[in-house]
């Protein structure tokens, strides 16, 4: 690594590390003095450039990504950069380098785990992935009156637009929507129509739930109390079988 390095400004979002990834090569950098940063920390002897997102850009780097390494490492790449974590657009930066520089065919570019960056990305798409199995079984969605159903969930990584998909597929004539109230983000399904994401606050107002929404609710309440034997109670099984940050959200644990 030389005594100067080039920074690049991202923001935490997909579109925006592409697009830095896009004019890393464009500009013919050198990979090993090169970072994507999502943070304002300053560092000495480096020039910093702020990405600006380009949708020509974003897809160009898709492309080449689905094709170059297949659409499962693509989407491994995808659930990485979701991380919450401040090193994954470098993390997955120097992925790709890797797998793009030694012509790593498909569905093998995390093979060399040895390697720092690689090994790292990785960790961080199975942590995303783990996240969006928990969210997938543990997500509640409640009546309203106006007949949609709605669910609030408070994920530690960034996996709205990966939770969509599912929940579309198996409520394809269904209204619903789900509130990320970490990100202020909506994912919002309208019956037999394309989902979409927007962002923006949740109302203050009380959602009002529906009548058969309540009697439900009561008695779902009801049945986990009741099957509950005190006797075999085993409270650190329960928090790694379902921890506690997901209960809030849930509603057998509500009152």
């Not at 994954?88 to 960056?117: E, M, P, S």
Request: charged share 25%; proline share 4%.
């Amino acid at each position: 690594m030389g005594w100067f390095m080039v920074v690049y400004r991202c923001e935490a979002s997909l579109e925006s590390i592409f697009t830095a990834i896009y004019q890393a090569y464009e500009e013919r950098r050198d990979h090993e003095d090169t970072v994507l940063c999502l943070t304002e920390d300053p560092l000495f002897f480096a020039e910093d450039i702020r990405v600006i997102p380009d949708n020509f850009k974003t897809q160009k780097v898709v492309n080449t990504l689905n094709k170059r390494f297949g659409q499962e490492n693509y989407l491994s790449l995808c659930m990485a950069l979701a991380s919450e974590d401040e090193d994954c657009a470098q993390a997955v930066y120097r992925t790709i380098v890797k797998g793009l520089a030694g012509k790593v065919g498909r569905g093998h570019l995390f093979d060399n785990l040895a390697d720092d960056y690689v090994h790292r990305a990785f960790a961080l798409a199975r942590g995303v992935s783990t996240e969006i199995g928990h969210i997938k079984q543990f997500l509640r969605f409640q009546e309203l009156e106006n007949g949609i159903l709605y669910s609030k969930i408070g994920p530690k990584n960034d996996i709205l637009a990966f939770i969509m998909p599912h929940f579309a597929d198996r409520l394809p004539i269904e209204n619903f929507m789900i509130y990320d109230d970490l990100r202020n983000l909506f994912g919002i399904h309208p019956a037999g129509r394309p989902w979409y994401l927007l962002r923006g606050e949740e109302v203050e107002a009380p959602l009002q739930l529906s009548e058969d929404e309540l009697r439900y609710q009561e008695l779902f309440r009801h049945f986990c109390h009741t099957i509950t034997v005190e006797e075999r109670k085993n409270m650190l099984l329960q928090r790694n079988m379902l921890p506690l940050r997901f209960r809030k959200y849930m509603v057998e644990f509500t009152t």
